[in-house]
Nanobody, 123 residues
Framework: VQLQASGGGLVQAGGSLRLSCAAS????????VGWFRQARGKEREFVAA?????????YAGSVVKGRFTISRDNAKNMVYLQMNSLKPEDTAVYYC????????????????WGQGTQVTVSS
């Protein structure tokens, strides 16, 4: 299983981006997927996660709640992260990964990390 994030870019503060996460393999609908981000010089942090069916979603509280929306299309092996009202502090490399079990909030519970996609928000 391999997951690959795409869709990043440079955007002005207040703008929007939609990130995509493409997964290989036939078991995509059997696992939850999370989005994480890592700003330069900082640890990787949880952004959002979605259950295997897409019926439950989780967000990093006050950091992104209300601005970001996670969704998935199991027929296409895709997960999306719609990011609105972007702020300069959202600048980071964004990664998607497969949940291996346990809490969605910890990167150590995720695997199949692909290369991230850079999001840069200018002020």
């Amino acid at each position: 299983v391999q997951l690959q994030a795409s869709g990043g870019g440079l955007v002005q503060a207040g703008g929007s981006l939609r990130l995509s996460c493409a997964a290989s393999g036939r078991t995509f609908s059997s696992y939850a997927v999370g989005w994480f981000r890592q700003a330069r010089g900082k640890e990787r942090e949880f952004v959002a996660a979605i259950s295997s069916s897409g019926g439950s979603t989780y967000y990093a509280g006050s950091v992104v709640k209300g601005r970001f929306t996670i969704s998935r299309d199991n027929a296409k092996n895709m997960v999306y992260l719609q990011m609105n009202s972007l702020k300069p502090e959202d600048t980071a490399v964004y990664y998607c990964a497969r949940n291996l079990g346990g809490s969605y909030y910890y990167p150590t519970n995720f695997g199949s990390w692909g290369q991230g996609t850079q999001v840069t928000v200018s002020s």
